[in-house]
């Protein structure tokens, strides 16, 4: 039986696209060999790589002057890439900061630039909050403005695109395909694609074609995007198999109407947890609903003390992943695109009935 699984990366993926692959593994399409086994240069396995783009493309409706790469090395590697690629010709760039990953690029970053960090994350009556726009202090002349769209350990969000007349380079990991997105207002979107996409081992770039020529010299030529780009991701073997089956959770993505379809689900999954722990005294979420994640819901119990209670009761109720970040402690139910509504739904039941069986212990 599988059960339902809150884990913040590698996540859940949809059964369908799991029983998909299993039933192509040993024989792929009747050529007598599993995807895993085929040369990545081979026609069978460029259409699946080039299918998978396309795919893409369709959902984030992503315009034509923009490359996407299927790369590796995780989101953790593009923080090295991105200054890599983006600050050859102008050292300097902006970091919003707003917790754990975006803190953690812009310590990478500041190995090869000259780093602007703009402090926009802050406690608003207890509740983590983004500071207006008009208080964040930008550089009038950086190469780029980056982001972290969704902080996924603390669940922390952006619910708009900041504006800047600068490219403006965006962390996606745990919150790409989760809603619509306007590709064009970005000059580089990247994720890992252990969180919405696929399994780990991938990572997505989308970045626009005239950012392509401003690398440092010596960047190394597997992380060159102009490199990737001209070589269709192939400049080594990328990760076949990943490649493959972040193509079928797009196809599955597409089958369940796409991007509009899929984020009008997780908004009803969302509001159903927050709307459940806010009802709650046992429970509590620390960020200021306007900036809640839509896909990691971070929350603790009114008694700390109850923390390993709770996961064990859970996981016996198949109710999978529900501790936070190690950095951070508490709980946190992470509900990517591949978590039904009924996983939300279960779990707040579970949660209802442990609170009224703890209740008193608070
Ligand atoms: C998970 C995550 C990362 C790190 O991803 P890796 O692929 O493990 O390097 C970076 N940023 C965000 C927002 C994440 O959620």
Redesign the pocket.
Known sequence: MRAYNFC??PAALPTAVLEKAQQELLDWHGKGLSIMEMSHRSQDYVAVAEKAEADLRQLMNIPENYKVLFLQ?????QFSAIPLNLLGKNPKADYLHTGI?SE??QKEAQRYGDINVVEVGYQQDGLWAIRDQAEWALSDDAAYVHY?D????GGLQFKYIPVTDKPLVS?F??SILSAPLDVSKFGLIYA?A??NIGP?GL?LVIVREDLLDQAKPEIPSLLRYAAQGKNGSMVNTPATYAWYLAGLVFEWLIEQGGVDAIHAINQQKAKMLYDFIDASDFYQNPIAPAYRSLMNVPFTLANSDLEKQFLKEAEANHLLNLAGHRSVGGMRASIYNAVPLEAIQALTDFMGDFASRHGNQI
């Open positions: 913040a990366g090395g995780g989101a953790s590697l990953w953690k690029a972290a969704n902080e996924t350990i962390d990991s745990s890992g252990q969180k780990a990572t």
